[in-house]
């Protein structure tokens, strides 16, 4: 069973960075996809970024984040970051990491209901930018 554990919420200021972190257990192979997604109240949840650990794939953004935040492995492990810089109110909300063993998911990640795709989901972390 994988787990993902997901930590680094928090308050911020806008302009400010903050960076998450997300890790995975229990999977029994080096390949997977790797995904950032987030839910304002109110809103559809959005994938944002995603990573495809272990075939050195290519990292892809949605264009609400682009320029601004960077996914990057976490060292050999099956862990990833979300650097966030220059945030901004409307970034606020909860974060969930996700995961899939599918390469393509890496791809489809900004596509309108893509988390109904992924397979493996974290508990979720809180990120809140005050204005």
């Known amino acids: 069973q994988v787990q993902l554990v997901e930590s680094g919420g928090g308050s911020v200021q806008a302009g400010g960075s903050l960076t998450l972190s997300c890790a995975a257990s229990?999977?029994?192979?080096?390949?997977?996809?790797m995904a950032w997604f987030r839910q304002a109240p109110g809103k559809e949840r959005e994938g944002i970024a995603s990573?495809?650990?272990?075939?050195?794939?290519?990292?892809y953004y949605a264009d609400s984040v682009k320029g601004r935040f960077t996914i990057s492995q976490a060292g050999a492990n099956i862990s990833v970051y979300l650097q966030m810089n220059t945030l901004k109110p409307e970034d606020t909300a909860m974060y969930y990491c996700?995961?899939?063993?599918?390469?393509?998911?890496?791809?489809?990640?900004?596509?309108?209901?893509?988390?109904?795709?992924?397979?493996?989901w974290g508990q979720g972390t809180q990120v809140t930018v005050s204005s």
């Open positions: 229990g999977y029994a192979y080096r390949s997977i996809c």
């Open positions: 990573l495809y650990i272990g075939r050195g794939g290519s990292a």
């Open positions: 996700a995961a899939d063993h599918l390469a393509r998911m890496c791809t489809e990640v900004t596509s309108p209901g893509s988390s109904d795709m992924f397979g493996y």
